[in-house]
């Protein structure tokens, strides 16, 4: 149990329609991120959250992306219009003391 | 431009013998190294972790090498189990504490523990 939750684990779509996985802490962290891993490459940054506040974004994060995370709590990451390029596992994690990162199951997209 | 490489793919080895997993890196402001654990449809497992003022650090059949000169990385696990076979990432920061920027990754190695 990594103490974080994504839903759904799994998401087929056509594309051009919107999409949104959420991301819940069990307990209050003040750190969040969102990682991206498509086949064959490791996960790469998307965005960071400390509590309420998005204070980083990746260039590879288009305006058809967005964040948030309302109440510092849970986060939630919608992609518009959807594109097959944007298949792919979204991760979120959670920031640990030393700077480790602790990653939920995944969010898997696939559009068709 | 990957600040972050893992130029073995895959990596087979015996059960009982040991693995050794290498990683490089170009950015010589990473200061916090640590290595992931992935199976299939799961998100990465942290493993263990390394800080640069180490070259060494254990956690039970982990091991993990940093050679700052060289920047480079090494992972051993003795004895290998059938367990372990997963996919091996490498990932650095520049900031022990945790920064903005997160984690930068090398794009694994597919560990494979044959009977």
């Known amino acids: 149990d990594t103490g974080v939750s994504q839903d759904p684990r799994h998401k087929i779509t056509k594309r051009g329609q919107n999409v949104t996985f959420r991301c819940d802490p069990i307990?209050?962290?003040?750190?969040l991120y969102w990682y991206r891993q498509t086949l064959g490459q490791g996960p790469e940054f998307l965005t960071y959250f400390q509590n309420e506040a998005q204070l980083e974004k990746s260039r590879l994060l288009s305006d058809r992306f967005s964040a948030e995370r309302p109440k510092g709590s849970f986060s939630t990451l919608e992609i518009q219009r959807t594109e097959q390029g944007d298949s792919a596992m979204y991760l979120c994690?959670?920031?640990?003391?030393?700077?480790?990162?602790?990653f939920g199951e995944g969010s898997r997209l696939t559009v068709l | 431009d990957q600040q972050v490489k893992q130029n073995s793919p895959s990596l087979s080895v015996q059960e009982g013998r040991i693995s050794i997993l290498n990683c490089d890196y170009t950015?010589?402001?990473?200061?916090?190294f640590l290595w992931y654990k992935k199976y299939p449809a799961e998100g990465p497992t942290f493993l263990i972790s390394i800080s640069s003022i180490k070259d060494k650090n254990e956690d039970g059949r982990f091991t993990v090498f940093l050679n700052k000169s060289a920047k480079h990385l090494s992972l051993h696990i003795v004895p290998s189990q059938p367990g372990d076979s997963a996919v091996y990432f490498c990932?650095?920061?520049?900031?022990?504490?945790?920064?903005?920027?997160?984690?930068?990754f090398g794009k694994g190695t597919h560990l494979i523990i044959q009977p």
């Open positions: 950015n010589s402001m990473f200061d916090y």
């Open positions: 307990s209050e962290h003040n750190r």
């Open positions: 990932a650095a920061s520049e900031y022990p504490g945790g920064g903005a920027d997160g984690l930068t």
């Open positions: 994690a959670l920031g640990g003391v030393y700077g480790e990162l602790f």
